[in-house]
Each structure stands twice: as structure tokens, then as C-alpha cells.
């Protein structure tokens, strides 16, 4: 909270830090023991697949799937592929969430991450290859790249003892299954 919010993901980050707020004032003034973490990127199965309103990941796995069905050449992808995300798994957060109900009684708010960075260019080349779709990946730079790297530190929640227990590419995997059995 002590930099300038990103312009294209400022109303989001407005919420989150109303939220934040919240939950420090309610444990101010009426003692409610309120928990505010801040999550990586989520994704999993459930994520919305829908590529002008879904995440990334989902949105990436959408695209790989419906061009490989109609045999398109190409899959295009937005800005350059060079910013960085950590994503954490649904469940993985689940995880967190339990962890710290038991566990924490404090006004600061958590990190939840995974610790792991990849860039978005070497995300769509492994849901490419996951996904079994043979074309080109085509980066256009006239749109976007989002905010370059979105990481977090984490350090606070596994220096208590918690840590993610599903390892990226498996969590990815595993959500491709169950896109593949649910929403083709």
C-alpha cells in the first residue's frame, strides 16, 4: 500500500484495499477477529474459461482448446509475453485459508502465494503443450502487457509454517482435465 496503483487494475485494487480497511477497523472498534489476505493468481477447475472475462490461465486454456478443434494456425496472445505472475492453486488457497483461521490473530494482512514466477510467454507455451494444440503462438504488441511482474512476498505466512502443496505444472494439468471434461 505505499506505491501507485496500477491504472488498468485500479477499481480492483480499490476493493481490496476497502476490504483490507474493513477488517482492520471492525477488529479496531467491535473486536472481530477479521482475516484479510491477499492471494497470488488463482486458478483451478471452476475458473471461468471465458477469454474476455476470465484470468489468464483459463482464458489461455479456452483458446488453445477452441483453435485446436477448428484447426486454426495460430493462437494470438496479448502484448509481448514478458511480464511475470505467480499463480497459486484454488485449492492451495483453501489450504491458506484454514491454516490461518487456526492459526493467526493479527490486524496485518497475509500474502498467499506460491512462490513460483513464470512469464506469461512461457505460461502459453506450456498450456500449448499440455493442451496438445499444434500451431504458433502470435504475441501482438499493439495490445497490452498488463503490469510487468506481479509477484508477492510470502515469507511471513511460510516463516508460520504453512506452504503450498501443488506443484504448478501438475495444479495446470489437473485443470486442464477437468476443462476438458466438463466444458468441452
Request: charged residues 25%.
Amino acid at each position: 500500500l505505499t506505491a501507485p496503483l496500477e491504472p488498468t487494475n485500479e477499481g480492483y485494487a480499490l476493493s481490496k484495499i476497502t476490504g483490507i480497511r474493513m477488517c482492520q477497523y471492525y477488529r479496531k472498534q467491535y473486536g472481530f477477529n477479521a482475516i484479510s489476505v491477499m492471494p497470488a493468481n488463482l486458478y483451478g477447475p471452476n475458473d471461468n474459461f471465458k477469454p474476455e472475462h476470465g484470468h489468464v490461465i483459463p482464458g489461455l486454456i479456452k483458446k488453445m482448446f477452441d483453435h485446436k478443434k477448428a484447426d486454426y494456425p495460430m493462437v494470438t496472445c496479448w502484448g509481448d509475453g514478458s511480464p511475470t505472475r505467480e499463480f497459486l492453486h484454488v485449492d492451495d488457497l483453501s489450504d491458506a485459508l484454514i491454516f490461518l483461521m487456526n492459526n493467526y490473530d493479527q490486524p496485518e494482512f497475509l500474502n498467499v502465494g506460491s512462490g513460483y514466477e513464470i512469464s506469461i510467454r512461457e505460461l502459453a507455451e506450456l498450456i500449448k503443450e499440455l493442451t496438445g494444440y499444434k500451431g504458433k503462438l502470435f504475441w501482438d504488441t499493439s495490445l497490452p502487457n498488463g503490469t510487468p511482474r506481479r509477484v508477492m512476498d510470502s515469507t511471513k505466512l511460510t516463516s508460520m509454517g504453512w506452504k503450498p502443496k501443488i506443484n504448478f505444472v501438475e495444479g495446470l494439468y489437473e485443470t486442464i482435465k477437468w476443462y476438458t471434461e466438463n466444458k468441452l
